[in-house]
């Protein structure tokens, strides 16, 4: 169990970036599904390449059930990877200038990172950041945090308790 630092509470995106950070990032999402069959087809066209299209094809035909499992899978997979590599930050957070931390103030782990966005294949995960947190930040113990106003008040923070300390040059 982490400790929970008051910062981070005060600092918290409200719920209409959240839901921004959300539609952006499932726009994204969309659009990289679209470039897939797009980029399928041009291949198709003018390589007479066919196995991304026989793919796509054969993708096009499963039952609702698999669908929404590989849709979940490569959702998954897309957050996790994005949230990793920018450590916290997915496109929709760059956006608005949002990030992921721990609620300790820490950068989170590969680990918090995996429970975030494997949280997120629940259903109704989507709409649970609409009451206190959602599940997908009290399970990985971590927060999206308005970024500037966080480093602003951590490092005012910092400045206050560096007063009076001794400089040694």
């Not at 291949?43 to 035909?61: C, G």
């Not at 920018?86 to 950068?107: A, L, M, P, Q, W």
């Not at 997908?136 to 999206?144: A, I, L, M, P």
């Amino acid at each position: 169990m982490r400790k929970y630092l008051v910062v981070v509470d005060r600092n918290r995106s409200s719920k209409g970036t959240r839901f921004a950070n959300f539609i952006i990032d499932r726009f994204i999402i969309t659009l990289i599904f679209f470039a897939a069959g797009f980029i399928s087809s041009l291949l198709y066209e003018l390589a007479n390449i066919d196995i991304f299209v026989n793919i796509i094809r054969k993708l096009s035909q499963v039952n609702r059930i698999t669908d929404i499992l590989i849709t979940s899978l490569v959702y998954f997979i897309f957050t996790f990877c994005i949230e990793f590599l920018t450590k916290g930050r997915s496109i929709g957070k760059y956006i608005t200038g949002t990030k992921v931390i721990c609620i300790d103030g820490t950068e989170p782990t590969m680990k918090d990172y995996f429970i975030r966005n494997i949280s997120r294949i629940v259903p109704f995960d989507a709409l649970s950041f609409l009451g206190e947190n959602g599940w997908h930040d009290s399970w990985s113990e971590t927060r999206v945090v308005n970024l500037k106003k966080y480093i602003a008040e951590t490092q005012a923070k910092s400045e206050i308790d560096d007063l009076g300390a001794k400089e040694i040059a």
